[in-house]
């Protein structure tokens, strides 16, 4: 028996078609859906000290059942940081009666926490505290589970849905189940279906490493570019393990560090260096003065689907970074510096739309003496695409660079189609090199277009190609 009879309906969709490449509405209909994804990626509101896999989602397309038989459901989960479990949650449907008792189990099935849910009519989201607050390890698998006495739980069949926590992850098959009339904890699956059963997790507050002396970041000479040399942490650094962190400490240092798992800044001035991040960097308001220095950041390389950056969105500086294997290297909203790094071996899928550096809009950019490196797939927009669909660009500096790769290698933010309600103004592009390392126009089309040399302040001098010759404004 599976903890589905009867009939279900329920809602499907299919992939939309994709157009040739190189047309500009799949270009920007496949970036906004990156955004909206990438989004989801910090979903606790600013300063919030807990989340949940669920959020403030409603279940969809939950199958019509008629099941009544006495049954342990619950959702398997992964902690990305360290942290504490405090309490759980169900989604109560109509009919579904008789007294629920929640538990939070471990890995090898032992019981770390109960919960007894007050008897409510209605249906809707159901919370209680566990009698003991549980400590979670990063990297540890846990089970969160309820006792449904009479059946007519919630479920919903090929789950697709991702955690909408920062600090919890699921993973396919994480809705489990097992009949019985006793609490034990639930190992079945069936048809990847979710049953909507939570936890709310609170991640530690890590203390700040104590900030050493540290020598200067070698900067590559006039000329040279960054390479695995001159990003990355220095050859010989010795690194401390740590798995993901939420950072909520100002001031924070954190120096040689293995960081196993994503960071999530919520905190001013922090800072990141000599380290490696397997995982996501991301920062966004209210937080500024994020600091990244001599950091390699590492994604999950070729065929990754979702097309998330290394490092985002807003305040921050990315310096003598060795970035690679994510499906973008920056996204940047405003107030952004990526300096004296290397972005490379980007990783693509499908009909993935790809670059180095992305931005829609915004201002204060700097982006300055760096190696992009967009692959030779078709997937590939750009090494860097300033594309101004979501605002203008202003106050922005691109100098020295190496750029290869691409549709064409640079869109300079001045795209015809959106110009005219969000034109650039300051924007100076100096002293770039365009290379020939996989296309001998730079990109395929060319080195570069949607520049606007109209815009107020808005400046193209010294950009050549490797051996020289000026390359002129597209």
């Not at 940047?332 to 993935?352: F, L, P, R, Y």
Request: with cysteine; proline share 7%; net charge positive.
């Amino acid at each position: 028996m599976y903890p589905l009879g009867g009939p279900a309906s329920q809602i499907a969709s299919t992939p939309r078609s994709l157009s040739p490449r190189g047309r500009i509405a799949v270009v920007l209909s496949m970036l906004l859906a990156l955004l909206l994804a990438a989004s989801q990626w910090a979903v606790s509101p600013a300063g919030a000290a807990t989340s949940t896999i669920f959020g403030t989602s409603t279940p969809s397309s939950l199958v019509q059942h008629t099941d009544s038989q006495a049954v342990e459901v619950g959702t398997r989960f992964t902690a990305r940081s360290n942290g504490t479990a405090t309490a759980m949650r169900f989604w109560k449907t109509q009919d579904a009666g008789g007294t629920h008792t929640g538990t939070l189990w471990s890995a090898q099935g032992a019981k770390l926490a109960g919960a007894t849910f007050s008897t409510a009519s209605g249906s809707g989201w159901q919370s209680a505290k566990f009698d003991r607050a549980v400590a979670l390890k990063a990297g540890q698998t846990y089970t969160v589970s309820y006792q449904a006495p009479k059946g007519r739980y919630a479920a919903t069949q090929n789950y697709t849905g991702k955690s909408l926590s920062p600090d919890l992850a699921i993973a396919a098959g994480a809705g489990v189940f097992r009949y019985g009339a006793t609490s034990q904890v639930p190992t079945g699956t069936y048809r990847n279906s979710m049953y909507w059963v939570d936890v709310e997790f609170a991640p530690t507050a890590v203390a700040p490493a104590p900030q050493p002396t540290t020598a200067p970041s070698p900067v590559p000479a006039p000329g040279a570019f960054p390479d695995a040399s001159t990003t990355g942490p220095p050859a010989g650094t010795t690194l401390k393990p740590s798995g993901g962190v939420t950072i909520t400490t100002n001031g924070a240092v954190y120096d040689g560090y293995k960081f196993s798992g994503d960071i999530m800044i919520r905190a001013n001035n922090v800072t990141i260096r000599n380290s490696v991040v397997d995982g996501r960097i991301a920062i966004r308001p209210p937080y500024t003065g994020l600091q990244v220095q001599r950091t390699e950041i590492v994604g999950p390389g070729p065929g990754y689907a979702t097309k998330y950056p290394a490092i985002g969105f807003a305040n921050f500086s990315c310096d003598a970074c060795d970035i690679h294997g994510w499906g973008d290297g920056a996204m940047m909203d405003n107030n952004v510096t990526v300096k004296n790094s290397w972005i490379h071996d980007i990783a693509v899928s499908g009909g993935s739309h790809n670059q180095a550096i992305l931005s829609l809009g915004g201002s204060n950019y700097n982006i300055l003496n760096n190696r992009l490196d967009a692959g030779p797939d078709a997937n590939f927009t750009a090494s860097l695409s300033f594309l101004n669909q979501w605002g203008a660009f202003t106050n922005t500096l691109v100098q020295g660079n190496l750029f290869n790769g691409g549709g064409y290698c640079v869109y300079a933010g001045g795209e015809a189609k959106g110009n005219a309600a969000r034109p650039s103004s300051n924007v100076r592009f100096l002293d770039n090199t365009f290379g020939k390392s996989l296309h001998q126009k730079c990109g395929f089309y060319g080195p570069v277009t949607a520049f606007d040399p109209s815009g107020a302040g808005n400046q193209w001098q010294g950009n050549r190609w490797e051996d020289g010759k000026s390359v002129p404004a597209g």
